[in-house]
């Protein structure tokens, strides 16, 4: 931890500026002086781990407009959500790597559309040797690891796979700043009994309940809310180094925070973005959706909670503005 100011992790990248997920987005972020990127890994056909916010990629990729790949578009359950699209499991690597990067939201950040089909899919390896080689030195990852019930029920091992890579490319022995968090608990236990130095942070949504539980237990698992409770906060300090909490949670109730700290547990808080769409209605301003509001109103009230990390979209916005503030009591 730097001071008593909250690190500050590039959300994908920088996807305020690129396309998420892409090579300029990671470096713009580094550039910026971001504490840590955050890519999303999923796995293609070939056991090869990539980096998408989603195994879908019909929304971030051009693979729509390559005829080769038309039959592919398919309709799978995905964490018990019917998903339509294509999927990088339907995929070599091989193919994916003929497929360029997207703005997830053209719309609303055009800018960013912009740089569509410039640059191609990363690997996982190619962030961590992007990072490791980048002048920023201090710099980290936060890995997050998606769906990993899924792929283990189509007969993937991702725990093997994840460390077989980090320890290939020199990321597991905590040489380098490293985090690994996940909304399933479960892959977070594998990868710390395989070795793997990280410290281990535990996803939750303002809502709902984590699939590999609701896969193991259906309608009797635990939501997130109640893992948030006195009880679920001392088993998580047991298990977990941290949470990371969606900013509804923290802007509704930012005692939980206190609470976490005193069982030991770090919060992170995802994701501040300065856009009026995702912004809490209380500092929207005026404008359409795209248009900035009260972003730094609602960024220093999460601040203010004494946050350890937050996920920002403008890294150019955010490691300045976290960086001027004032050390916040832990």
């Excluded at 729509?64 to 998903?83: C, I, Q, Y």
């Excluded at 053209?106 to 490791?132: G, T």
């Excluded at 091992?157 to 905590?174: N, R």
Aim: aromatic share 8%; glycine share 8%; charged share 30%.
């Amino acid at each position: 931890m730097r001071s008593n100011r909250p690190l500050v992790i590039g959300h994908r990248g920088a996807p305020g500026h690129f396309p998420e997920h892409s090579r300029a987005s990671y470096e713009f972020a580094l550039a910026a002086g971001v504490d840590a990127v955050e890519p999303d890994v999923v796995f293609t056909a070939d056991r090869i781990a990539v980096i998408r916010h989603e195994n879908e990629i019909g929304s971030t990729t051009d693979v729509a407009d390559h005829p080769e790949f038309r039959k592919r578009r398919t309709t799978k359950l995905v964490d018990g959500t019917p998903l339509a699209g294509w999927f990088t499991e339907d995929f070599t690597w091989a193919e994916l790597a003929t497929l360029r990067c997207r703005e997830r939201l053209p719309a609303l950040r055009p800018a960013s559309a912009e740089h569509d089909d410039a640059q191609p899919i990363l690997r996982l390896r190619d962030l961590l040797d992007l990072v490791a080689t980048s002048e920023s030195s201090r710099a980290g990852i936060v890995l997050e690891v998606k769906h990993a019930t899924y792929f283990a029920s189509i007969g993937y091992d991702v725990a093997d796979l994840l460390t077989a890579e980090l320890k290939s490319a020199g990321w597991d022995a905590g040489a380098r700043p490293l985090v690994v968090e996940s909304f399933e608990q479960r892959i977070l236990q594998d990868l710390r009994e395989r070795g793997i130095r990280a410290r281990y942070v535990y996803l939750l949504e303002a809502e709902g309940s984590p699939f590999d539980l609701a896969a193991l237990d259906g309608e009797n698992a635990l939501t997130y809310a109640e893992q948030l409770r006195p009880a679920g906060l001392d088993r998580l300090a047991r298990e977990v180094a941290g949470i990371s909490l969606d900013k509804r949670i923290v802007l509704d109730d930012p005692a939980v925070v206190a609470e976490a700290h005193r069982r030991g547990l770090e919060v992170y808080v995802w994701t501040c973005r300065p856009e009026n769409l995702f912004l809490d209605p209380a500092f929207r301003g005026a404008g359409e959706d795209a248009a900035f509001g009260d972003w730094a109103g609602e960024w220093r009230r999460i601040a203010d909670t004494g946050v350890d990390g937050v996920f920002v979209d403008h890294p150019d916005l955010g490691v300045p503005f976290f960086s001027r503030l004032p050390d916040a009591p832990r």
